[in-house]
């Protein structure tokens, strides 16, 4: 049995920013069923500790890193049997907040000491020095947060091999020189080959130079991140490692998500009765105080900043609302996008709803009560939300980028046999408005709607296939090793 630790930042129910804590559990999981031994290391964040005490889990090993008294602790992802790892250190992990940032939305201080901290840890449990029985083949890394994790590993012989995912290459933990000097890392790294970046420290670039294998969340993100357009700088690092990349389309956990037993539904429908969606749509609409108006429904989900193409979004919605369009709006975010989202709520009661915040419950109620999901993203890594919304008969309306052309197929390309949803090229608010409208001309025609509905419900975007890719991929990195 392959034995892998799978270090990531986030992790799902624990704690989520965003679609890696999601990948963090579900991928683990489908792994594990492949017969892969995957095990998961997280840094002990308050809830994450708190979960574990409460099932009665213990303390396993006790050590020092540093100037830091460090303890891992042993439990399980709730929900599942997969075997997960607290990095407890209370100094850099008990903290409120969310991983990253304090609750005024600003990044914690000494983020790199902290990531660095849980990089060390992983590194000593890879190889064997964190007093525990269990020693991986292979560590896969997932983002900046675990970019130092294949640099420490680097010399030493017979370690494991590593992978490094890339879940959004936007984010890449950037820190300046001094920052650098005080993680006492090798002067020897400091160069544009290694980890400097124009002149900063770049946790990603530790992980993309010295990880055995690269991947990313889709095939069309391995393609874009090597243009300029695309790279955030990181382009031609990533172009000088093109052999070494992939894509692999991310799945989504097809239990969580399923429109038949969705416990955070009241009624629950399928491909081939469909009947029950009106009636999330209606009580969708009830609980969110808009009117029962029979005109298109249009949701979006995410997070309220650049990438997501809120901008976009904010310029079109008047013009759809006055077409008689209702909107169903979760997020949050920069403060410049909730402003005037709900500027526009307040202007347009009853057609437009605007929840600020997080919550799951009404993710998935938004999910099933629409007709349409919006997600104009200026670039999408993978995305979830496209293939949640597939998967509940909202048919979705996305920017043709990364994993969203991977996932939604537009009938203009393939006629309505294949295509469950509308793509637009062009990066502009003009073209989301085209697409949008090409969209509620076809909604008007049930037939056709139906025939794109049940194209999404049907597919498969469980991690069945897509986590044996990566078993693949963990197979090709350990036989190269053996070989070395
Ligand atoms: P990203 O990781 O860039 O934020 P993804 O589409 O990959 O985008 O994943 C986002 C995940 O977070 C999805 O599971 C989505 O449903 C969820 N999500 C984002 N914002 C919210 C929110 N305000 N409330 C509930 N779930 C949210």
Redesign the pocket.
């Known amino acids: 049995m392959i034995r892998v630790l799978f270090a990531t930042s986030e992790v799902y129910p624990l704690v989520?920013t965003?679609?890696?804590a999601?990948v963090s559990a579900s991928l683990p999981e489908a792994l594990c069923r492949l017969q892969y031994d995957v095990q998961i290391l997280l840094p002990g964040y308050p809830a994450a500790i708190k979960a574990a005490r409460e099932a009665g889990s213990r303390q396993k090993s006790r050590f020092r890193v540093g100037q830091y008294e460090v303890s891992l602790w042993q439990t399980r992802l709730p929900g599942t049997a997969v075997t997960l790892w607290l990095v407890d250190c209370p100094p850099l992990f008990e903290r409120a907040g969310n991983p990253y940032q304090n609750e005024k939305g600003q990044d914690w201080w000494d983020n790199a000491h902290r990531f660095e901290l849980f990089g060390k840890v992983g590194a000593m449990m890879a190889v064997g020095e964190a007093g525990l029985g269990w020693r991986p083949d292979l560590v896969h890394c997932n983002d900046w947060q675990t970019g130092l994790i294949p640099v420490f590993l680097e010399h030493y012989p017979n370690r494991p091999g590593t992978v490094f995912t890339i879940?959004?290459l936007a984010y890449q933990g950037l820190f300046p020189h001094e920052t650098f000097r005080s993680l006492g890392l090798p002067d020897s790294l400091w160069n544009m080959h290694q980890l400097e970046f124009y002149g900063q420290l770049s946790f990603i670039k530790g992980g993309l130079v010295f990880s055995d294998r690269i991947t990313t969340v889709s095939p069309g993100y391995a393609q874009e991140i090597q243009t300029p357009e695309f790279g955030n700088g990181l382009d031609g690092v990533l172009r000088q490692r093109q052999q070494y990349l992939t894509g692999i389309l991310n799945g989504i956990d097809t239990r969580v998500w399923n429109p038949e037993e969705d416990p955070q539904l009241a009624f629950h429908y399928g491909a081939d009765y469909l009947e029950n969606k009106a009636q999330c749509r209606a009580s969708l609409e009830r609980e969110l105080g808009l009117d029962v108006s029979g005109g298109p429904l249009l949701g979006f989900?995410?997070?309220l900043v650049e990438?997501k193409g809120v901008d976009w979004l904010i310029a079109v919605i008047p013009e759809l609302l006055e077409r008689g369009c209702q909107f169903a709006l979760?997020?949050?975010g920069e403060t410049v996008y909730e402003e005037a989202l709900k500027a526009l709520a307040r202007q347009w009661p009853g057609q437009m709803s605007l929840t600020l915040?997080?919550?799951?419950g009404?993710?998935h109620r938004i999910t099933a009560g629409c007709d349409i999901f919006l997600m104009p993203s200026r670039f999408e890594p993978?995305?979830?939300?496209q293939m949640?919304s597939l998967r509940y008969g909202t048919v979705p309306v996305v920017h043709a980028v990364g994993g969203l052309s991977d996932t939604v197929i537009d009938p203009q390309e393939t006629g309505f046999g294949k295509a469950n949803g509308f793509r637009f090229k062009d990066a502009s608010e003009r073209a989301l408005l085209a697409a949008v409208d090409r969209a509620l001309k076809h909604f008007r025609n049930r037939k056709s709607w139906r025939q794109l509905q049940r194209n999404g419900m049907v597919a498969d975007y469980s991690w069945k296939k897509r986590a044996r890719n990566y078993g693949d991929l963990y197979l090709d990195v350990l036989k190269e090793r053996e070989n070395q």
């Open positions: 989520k965003g679609g890696l999601d879940h959004n989900i995410g997070r990438q979760l997020g949050s915040g997080y919550d799951e009404l993710s993978c995305g979830l939300n949640y």
